[in-house]
């Protein structure tokens, strides 16, 4: 049984409710979010598909800025709301229970984050909650990408963590959509195996030379390499 608690140096989130747990995919990427924007001019961030609140909460550690996550599944936005409650960073942390083509603001935002839903086609589970947090039942590439066009400014940026067999078709509703890659990392679980995630950085504008990376999670020895130790120090126990 999943633990029903992860815990943090500076907070806890707690899961029980949720379908989708913390995973050491998602740290990694709420970690290089952080590490990558904490030195930009970001006042306002969007995390769509919020989940447990995760990668708000390891953003809020990094970046001072207000946070808007948005949650459609009721018992993960209630999740997401206590543990925003009892982070150091409640007083900027806000989570909106609707679907984000619904979401609808009255700002612009410098960065989007999101860890959208990987399966579109695959074998589907019974518990319709699962289904929600891992297919795209109801938000599709498209939709999201929509959503992220409409709702950030016109020099911010976006992240996306995808399953790296998504890969093509994600690329394809980007291209559709004239969003413009500038950072994309293929992350493997260690040395020893292929790519199992694609983390994208993008704009609606480009001004940057594409650059790719790829980084590992663990060694030959089955350590945590270097480059994950460092992006996850202030965040792991």
């Given at each position: ?20 747990k913390v995973c050491t995919d998602a740290c990694l990427f709420g970690a290089l979010v952080a590490d990558r924007f904490q030195h930009e001019n970001v006042g306002r961030v969007l995390d769509i598909g919020a989940g447990t609140g995760l990668l708000s909460l390891m953003v809020a550690q990094k970046i001072s800025c207000e946070i808007d996550a948005v949650e459609i599944d009721e018992n ?162």
């Amino acid at each position: 049984m999943p633990n029903t608690f992860f815990r943090f140096r500076q907070f806890t989130v707690h899961q029980e409710k949720t379908a989708m747990k913390v995973c050491t995919d998602a740290c990694l990427f709420g970690a290089l979010v952080a590490d990558r924007f904490q030195h930009e001019n970001v006042g306002r961030v969007l995390d769509i598909g919020a989940g447990t609140g995760l990668l708000s909460l390891m953003v809020a550690q990094k970046i001072s800025c207000e946070i808007d996550a948005v949650e459609i599944d009721e018992n993960a936005y209630e999740q997401a709301s206590e543990n925003f409650s009892a982070s150091p960073w409640s007083a900027r942390l806000h989570v909106h229970h609707q679907a984000i083509q619904d979401f609808d603001p009255p700002v612009k935002y410098d960065l989007v984050i999101s860890n959208p839903p990987f399966y579109e086609r695959d074998l589907r589970s019974p518990d319709e909650q699962r289904n929600v947090a891992l297919h795209g039942t109801r938000l599709g590439f498209d939709d999201l990408l929509q959503s992220v066009k409409r709702l950030l400014s016109d020099d911010g940026s976006a992240a996306f963590l995808v399953p790296y067999e998504r890969e093509n078709a994600f690329e394809e509703a980007m291209l559709k959509n004239e969003i413009s890659v500038w950072q994309k990392v293929l992350v493997r679980q260690s040395v020893n195996h292929h790519f199992f995630r694609v983390i994208y950085l993008v704009k609606k504008r480009m001004n940057e030379m594409l650059t790719y990376e790829e980084m590992a999670i663990k060694d030959v020895s089955n350590r945590y390499t270097g480059e994950f130790n460092r992006l996850l120090n202030d965040y792991y126990l």
